[in-house]
């Protein structure tokens, strides 16, 4: 059966595959805000839940994204993303109708699957529909979900939680923790249907059947290493800042600051709402304003200058005394660490053959995820355990955690924007030729 083409301008889309992130995010983050009934009603550990977030959603995630990152290269995208909304849906309510350990640990997995279809699909979709003079923001647009989706599972999904004894039957019946779930899952349904009525524009076979192999886009990423492999390298570095800075932020205003689980994650929550794609939208007009401008340079350049400005933003985040300016400066913090979102994704889509661009977001995703997911983290609480041997103290560990981050990325990123000065000028010298 052909999609309707009901859904067709490139912006619509744009809104389409954002409104999917978002939901996205609100089905992966909404555990973070169950761990204690969770924990009551299963009877599990503080450790068991970490495998929750890590093992179970983390590592399937990344491993996932590779070979679905090789369908989003060769099959039709929408299709694919409306495959995953199903699967990652199903297994957000599964999770919530689990009662034993393992099948909650089987459903994280399963949601972790679904998702890992989402980004390949969706960055090499918009470039595919967009100008590359406006890609950036719309890839940005799409981006910006991750905090908005992060944003309503704390906001949205306390008050939900509140609110289960008064859902109709039979939510009504099940444990609070668990009715959460279930209807957190519900509008990726919507999002699967409204996928099945967007065309696909790529027409006909994308390449010779050679580009099609993961071992190839790998092979590309090895021959083209001063520019796409630097450039994962430096963003990788980035990510582990930002994962680190997600991860400790509310640990920061509980300890030190004297905040309860409650007042932390609501200024998080409605600052991760209002600044996360406030900065992923500006650095990506700041990316396409760039390209207008034939600046060859601006994906590296760029993301240099979201570097200083996170690790700035992070040393004042640890550094601040003051609990009233705690607040404004971690609202600077999520601004700042949501900036490299909004160009990343589009100039690696920009760097990578069109034939490869899925595979290519895939394993930086690999790289990214499972680095920054365990590397960030794991940095900040060493220095909290080892260096300093005070939980308390884990304001002055974040804030020592651009030390480790900010040398690699910016020797990464320097020597990849001198690699892509020169590929610029060999362009135009060749154009000047002909």
């Given at each position: 059966?052909?999609?309707?083409?009901?859904?067709?301008?490139?912006?619509?889309?744009?809104?389409?595959?954002?409104?999917?992130?978002?939901?996205?995010?609100?089905?992966?983050?909404?555990?973070?805000?169950?761990?204690?009934?969770?924990?009551?009603?299963?009877?599990?550990?503080?450790?068991?839940?970490?495998?929750?977030?890590?093992?179970?959603?983390?590592?399937?995630?990344?491993?996932?994204?590779?070979?679905?990152?090789?369908?989003?290269?060769?099959?039709?995208?929408?299709?694919?993303?409306?495959?995953?909304?199903?699967?990652?849906?199903?297994?957000?309510?599964?999770?919530?109708?689990?009662?034993?350990?393992?099948?909650?640990?089987?459903?994280?997995?399963?949601?972790?699957?679904?998702?890992?279809?989402?980004?390949?699909?969706?960055?090499?979709?918009?470039?595919?529909?967009?100008?590359?003079?406006?890609?950036?923001?719309?890839?940005?647009?799409?981006?910006?979900?991750?905090?908005?989706?992060?944003?309503?599972?704390?906001?949205?999904?306390?008050?939900?939680?509140?609110?289960?004894?008064?859902?109709?039957?039979?939510?009504?019946t099940l444990e609070p923790w668990r009715a959460v779930f279930v209807v957190a899952g519900l509008p990726g349904l919507a999002?699967?249907?409204?996928?099945?009525?967007?065309?696909?524009?790529?027409?006909?076979?994308?390449?010779?059947?050679?580009?099609?192999?993961?071992?190839?886009?790998?092979?590309?990423?090895?021959?083209?290493?001063?520019?796409?492999?630097?450039?994962?390298?430096?963003?990788?570095?980035?990510?582990?800042?930002?994962?680190?800075v997600l991860a400790w932020m509310p640990s920061v205003l509980v300890r030190v600051h004297g905040q309860t689980q409650q007042?932390?994650?609501?200024?998080?929550?409605?600052?991760?709402?209002?600044?996360?794609?406030?900065?992923?939208?500006?650095?990506?007009?700041?990316?396409?304003?760039?390209?207008?401008?034939?600046?060859?340079?601006?994906?590296?350049?760029?993301?240099?200058?979201?570097?200083?400005?996170?690790?700035?933003?992070?040393?004042?985040?640890?550094?601040?005394?003051?609990?009233?300016?705690?607040?404004?400066?971690?609202?600077?913090?999520?601004?700042?660490?949501?900036?490299?979102?909004?160009?990343?994704?589009?100039?690696?889509?920009?760097?990578?053959?069109?034939?490869?661009?899925?595979?290519?977001?895939?394993?930086?995703?690999?790289?990214?995820?499972?680095?920054?997911?365990?590397?960030?983290?794991?940095?900040?609480?060493?220095?909290?355990?080892?260096?300093?041997?005070?939980?308390?103290?884990?304001?002055?560990?974040?804030?020592?955690?651009?030390?480790?981050?900010?040398?690699?990325?910016?020797?990464?990123?320097?020597?990849?924007?001198?690699a892509l000065r020169a590929l610029g000028e060999s362009d135009a010298g060749s154009r000047a030729q002909s």
């Amino acid at each position: 059966m052909k999609p309707t083409g009901a859904i067709k301008p490139a912006w619509g889309l744009a809104a389409l595959l954002f409104a999917a992130n978002s939901f996205s995010f609100v089905d992966r983050m909404i555990l973070t805000l169950l761990v204690e009934p969770i924990k009551a009603d299963l009877g599990v550990s503080d450790t068991m839940i970490s495998l929750l977030h890590g093992l179970a959603f983390a590592v399937f995630y990344a491993i996932a994204g590779l070979p679905l990152g090789w369908l989003a290269d060769r099959t039709h995208r929408p299709r694919l993303i409306a495959a995953g909304a199903t699967l990652w849906s199903a297994m957000t309510m599964m999770t919530g109708l689990a009662r034993t350990f393992p099948m909650m640990f089987a459903a994280r997995a399963g949601v972790a699957v679904g998702e890992a279809t989402l980004s390949p699909s969706a960055i090499s979709l918009l470039t595919d529909r967009f100008p590359p003079e406006t890609s950036a923001r719309a890839i940005g647009l799409f981006q910006s979900g991750i905090f908005v989706g992060s944003a309503l599972a704390l906001i949205l999904g306390g008050q939900l939680l509140g609110l289960a004894g008064t859902l109709p039957a039979p939510l009504s019946t099940l444990e609070p923790w668990r009715a959460v779930f279930v209807v957190a899952g519900l509008p990726g349904l919507a999002i699967a249907l409204l996928m099945l009525c967007v065309a696909e524009p790529r027409s006909g076979k994308t390449d010779r059947p050679d580009t099609l192999s993961m071992i190839a886009a790998v092979r590309h990423i090895r021959t083209h290493f001063r520019t796409l492999g630097l450039y994962i390298l430096g963003a990788t570095a980035v990510t582990v800042l930002a994962y680190g800075v997600l991860a400790w932020m509310p640990s920061v205003l509980v300890r030190v600051h004297g905040q309860t689980q409650q007042e932390a994650g609501l200024a998080l929550g409605l600052a991760n709402l209002i600044c996360g794609p406030a900065g992923v939208l500006t650095s990506a007009w700041m990316l396409d304003r760039a390209r207008r401008n034939g600046e060859t340079m601006a994906p590296a350049s760029l993301l240099i200058a979201c570097c200083l400005l996170l690790s700035v933003a992070t040393l004042a985040f640890g550094l601040v005394p003051d609990t009233s300016m705690v607040l404004v400066a971690s609202a600077f913090l999520i601004f700042a660490q949501s900036m490299p979102y909004g160009i990343i994704s589009a100039a690696l889509s920009d760097l990578a053959p069109p034939a490869m661009r899925g595979q290519i977001v895939a394993l930086y995703l690999l790289v990214s995820n499972l680095a920054g997911l365990t590397l960030g983290p794991l940095i900040v609480a060493s220095f909290t355990d080892r260096l300093f041997g005070r939980p308390e103290m884990v304001n002055l560990s974040l804030a020592l955690l651009p030390l480790v981050t900010l040398p690699i990325a910016l020797a990464a990123l320097l020597a990849c924007r001198g690699a892509l000065r020169a590929l610029g000028e060999s362009d135009a010298g060749s154009r000047a030729q002909s």
